[in-house]
């Protein structure tokens, strides 16, 4: 008998926006964004994570990130702009992953802090390495991202659940 491989979780925070006079949803990637969104697929791409589905949020500074970074990938996912993603607090988040269907094995979600941080951290029960440290060190900037393993249903999300394995920021 064969041991089923984890599921993977990876929440990535959108790169750096831009401050016009836009409304916040509305507000674009700054020019250093436009610079780390497809550094961030890249890093991904390196970590051999093949994804079943992305969540993105509905806001455009999420949107141009993931348009970015996924073209990085070897395979692109099929991807579902999700409105509560965007101002979500950390149940909402939760409650969107107990959402998800049990053939997806691997899923990328995109949106913004402090939610994402909050999620990556409340998932957290165990951790490899100074994955943990490294990320509460530098307060999830944008652009970064978290890998997060789990066994079980998505129903099964919640606090404590997963291992954080891998941690990643740009200019850090």
Same mark, same amino acid.
């Given at each position: 008998?064969?041991?089923?491989?984890?599921?993977?979780?990876?929440?990535?925070?959108?790169?750096?926006?831009?401050?016009?006079?836009?409304?916040?949803?509305?507000?674009?990637?700054?020019?250093?964004?436009?610079?780390?969104?497809?550094?961030?697929?890249?890093?991904?791409?390196? $970590? @051999?994570? =093949?994804?079943?589905?992305? !969540?993105?949020?509905?806001?455009?500074?999420?949107?141009? +990130?993931?348009?970015? /970074? %996924?073209?990085?990938?070897?395979?692109?996912?099929?991807?579902?702009?999700?409105?509560?993603?965007?101002?979500?607090?950390?149940?909402?988040?939760?409650?969107?992953?107990?959402?998800?269907?049990?053939?997806?094995?691997?899923?990328?979600?995109?949106?913004?802090?402090?939610?994402?941080?909050?999620?990556?951290?409340?998932? $957290? @029960?165990? =951790?490899?390495?100074?994955? !943990?440290?490294?990320?509460?060190?530098?307060?999830?900037? +944008?652009?970064?991202? /978290? %890998?997060?393993?789990?066994?079980?249903?998505?129903?099964?999300?919640?606090?404590?659940?997963?291992?954080?394995?891998?941690?990643?920021?740009?200019?850090?």
């Amino acid at each position: 008998m064969s041991v089923e491989e984890p599921r993977k979780i990876v929440l990535l925070r959108h790169a750096k926006a831009d401050w016009g006079q836009e409304a916040d949803h509305e507000r674009p990637l700054a020019e250093r964004g436009r610079q780390d969104a497809p550094v961030a697929g890249r890093k991904l791409a390196d $970590a @051999g994570i =093949t994804f079943d589905l992305a !969540l993105c949020s509905t806001a455009a500074r999420t949107r141009e +990130t993931w348009k970015l /970074a %996924v073209h990085e990938l070897a395979e692109r996912p099929r991807t579902v702009y999700e409105e509560r993603v965007y101002e979500a607090s950390l149940g909402e988040l939760i409650a969107l992953l107990n959402e998800t269907p049990d053939d997806v094995r691997n899923l990328v979600l995109i949106g913004h802090n402090p939610g994402i941080h909050a999620l990556a951290d409340a998932l $957290a @029960g165990e =951790t490899e390495g100074e994955c !943990l440290p490294g990320m509460n060190r530098t307060g999830f900037p +944008t652009a970064a991202f /978290a %890998v997060l393993t789990f066994e079980g249903s998505w129903k099964s999300v919640e606090h404590g659940v997963a291992k954080l394995v891998d941690f990643w920021a740009p200019h850090s």
